[in-house]
């Protein structure tokens, strides 16, 4: 287990560090949020009074995470401090790790590289 002690959503960067798809909404005909995403929003929405704690965890995440779970917590640091997303991007960006995605009923892949480029340049 990547978490050595409770706290602030750990159970929820457990689903990130561990998430074998990339998607932000409903996948599949039903739309069903796969538990990733689910941890995704989880975090996202307690980023306001958590985010001290949790920055440190999802530097963590960069190092230690999936390719998917590397980008959920790129995109939560951009959230908690733009600058600090611009950083974890750019380590992204140099890492060619295959990266699945989800959009609705449509599967694909990326590169961590394409990913964090795409980001970097948004």
Known sequence: MLWKRKGAFDDELSQLAAADTLAFGGVG?????????????????????????????????LDHATPAGRVYAAELLTRIDPAAGRAAWQRLAGQDAAVSTFTGCMMGSTTLAQYAQDRLNS
Not at 35 to 49: D, S
């Open 29 to 61: 005909f039903a739309g069903t949020l796969t538990p990733a995403t689910k941890a995704y929003f989880a975090v996202g929405e307690g980023l306001h009074r958590h985010g001290a704690e949790l920055r440190p965890k999802l530097e963590a995440l």
